[in-house]
């Protein structure tokens, strides 16, 4: 019989903190797989830290998104978000499902159509527009979703030049109850701007006003917001129809459902406050259907869901590089992996899991990433078991913003990999090397030598 290995015990201080519903936080259960792949293997084949993405979760997230709002209204359609998170391999995975492309950069349009997701299937956002950019989206019938006069104008210009009837929508911004407005964006509903923007591109006669959008902000857990967002979209296209007896083909809902995450400082954790599609799908499909728009002119739904659909599936594992006891007593956990790579720590408290079966016995702890700046913090404070250098950790729910944020800073970008629907791990971003920085750089020749 193998000797039980020694814990040491440990003087804790009781704080009067409040427990959550289910009372006082106890054991964190390890994650030792995804997928039926060990957590541990994959960090010997491909490295620690590593980004680890499910393309089971992504699949199984996206039909549940679909359903819920496809069994609630006649015509829905998807579109991926590029930017919350653009590797091809999880871009192809929304596209194989039926998703349109949704961008917010001449980078990211490019990125769609090399993809092979047709120029009539992107939908081109944001206040960031070249006139190269709209040439493109206007020669390929991509769908531009207007941000500002400047660029309206732009567009009426280019129409003209090109002779071509660019097909556009007008982002609207609003007041739904959620401050601050993010107005932004767009042309704002209450004060007349939007109507106004609608009116000048009716007046051109040269573009092809096709939908209305609106994205009213991100991470949101109201669904009454996004009703009343629906009824302010669908009571200008009931106006437009009225006055132009024009029919809108769509009308975008934007992304900002809330994922699992739990935002930080949060006093319930993401998995009980986030809404469900479904609750998402009722607000939104009651506030079409309720509106004054015809019942057979009912428009194409589109909604650009980023966080919400992508953020389960990704994982970020990795290895304890030392732990130390900072000068007031607390307990700190250094781990491989840094803010760098994980923005979104910032404003989430993400689930950080053993992947080792360890104490039950947890410690007030603060876990620090590897980069030699005090922001480092990957968690300012939380009940953790005792890991020793070499032991594993796996954080949860870091699939979307993670891999388009990060940030080459001081450590290499680590690998990414996809665990297919058998679970089987392909490489899908490649780690990055001294190479891949220095390829970008140029030394002008008197900078070459030095003789120390
Ligand atoms: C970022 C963005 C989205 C996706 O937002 P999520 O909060 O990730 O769902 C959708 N549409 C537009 C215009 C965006 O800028």
Known sequence: MSKLTFERPIIQRVNAGLPSKYGIPRRLEPISHIDGSSIRSLLEEFGSPLFVLSEQTIRKTYREAYRAFSSRYPNVQFSWSYKTNYL?????????????????????????????????????????KSIEDLKLAISNNSLIHIDHFDELYDIIHLSREMNERPKVAIRVNMDVGIYPIWDRFGFNYENGEAWDAINRVMASKTLDLIGLHTHIGTYILSTEAYRIAAGKLASLAVKLEKKYGLALKYIDMGGGFASKNTLRGAYY????????????????????????????????????????LIDEAGYLAGTVLATKRLSDGRRATIIDAGVNL??????????????????????????????????????????????????????????????????????????????????????????ESLETINSQEEIPDHLKNFNL
């Open 88 to 128: 091809n391999a999880v871009c192809n995975i929304f596209h194989q499902e039926g998703a349109w492309a949704e961008v917010v950069s001449g980078f990211e349009y490019h990125k769609a159509l090399e993809n092979g997701v047709p120029g009539e299937l992107i939908i081109f956002n944001g206040p960031d």
């Open 269 to 308: 954790p993401g998995t009980d406050t986030a809404p469900s599609f479904d609750d998402f799908a009722e607000a939104i499909t009651s506030g079409l259907m309720s509106s004054e728009i015809k019942p057979d002119h009912l428009p194409m739904l589109v909604l650009e869901t980023g966080r919400a």
């Open 342 to 431: 994980l923005f979104t720590s910032f404003w989430y408290d993400h689930d950080i899991r053993p992947v080792e079966i360890v104490s039950d016995q947890t410690e007030d702890t603060t876990l620090y990433g590897p980069l030699c700046m005090n922001i480092d913090v990957v968690r300012g404070n939380l009940m953790f078991p005792l890991l020793k250098k070499g032991d594993h950790y796996v954080i949860r729910r870091v699939g979307a913003y993670n891999n388009t944020q990060w940030l080459q800073f001081i450590t290499f970008r680590p690998n990414v990999v996809m665990l297919d629907m058998k679970g089987k791990p392909h490489l899908i971003r490649r780690r």
